[in-house]
């Protein structure tokens, strides 16, 4: 799937956002200034959240309450040592995980999720779906279907 700009790039976000339901895990993939967070401006939008979406970079974790709670974890900082925070808490709370550079939990992840890849292309950003699990499979399924 490809964006041209910011605003197709939240409009995606806020799309499948608009599918997440509770426990859903997000694994957003790419390098710096790929546009993680800015997806998950869009997912936010999705999720009816009305708060401005921040970098969890400095913070590790932003939480956020819309129809279901946000849980915005950026772990690059914790170098793959999921022990360092209540990761459960997350995965396993009321509402909708997104981990940002989440790859780097390797088998701390959970058995279901779908994993975003953003690629800057020359003409915007390329998103590459990576489901784990029949969940994420059918949220896939369900986006690009466009049900």
């Known amino acids: 799937m490809y964006t041209k700009n910011e605003d197709e790039l939240i409009a995606l976000g ?22 993680k967070t800015t997806l998950t401006k869009g997912l936010a939008k999705g999720l009816e959240i009305h708060q401005m979406i921040k970098s969890p970079t400095y913070t590790i974790v932003r ?3 819309g129809r279901l709670p ?3 974890l950026d772990v690059y900082r914790i170098e793959g040592d999921a022990d360092s925070i209540d990761l459960d808490e997350f995965l396993f709370g009321e509402g909708v995980t997104v981990i940002e550079w989440g790859h780097l939990l390797g088998e701390d992840l959970p058995k ?16 590459i779906f990576h489901p784990y699990g029949s969940r994420a499979t059918d949220l896939v399924k369900r986006l690009t279907d466009g049900v």
């Open 63 to 65: 939480e956020y309450e």
């Open 70 to 72: 946000l849980y915005h």
């Open 14 to 35: 806020k799309e499948l956002g608009s599918l997440l339901e509770k426990n859903d895990v997000l694994i957003l993939t790419g390098e710096l200034g790929a546009g």
């Open 112 to 127: 279901d999720y779908l994993e975003l890849e953003i690629l800057k292309t020359d003409e915007g950003r390329e998103i």
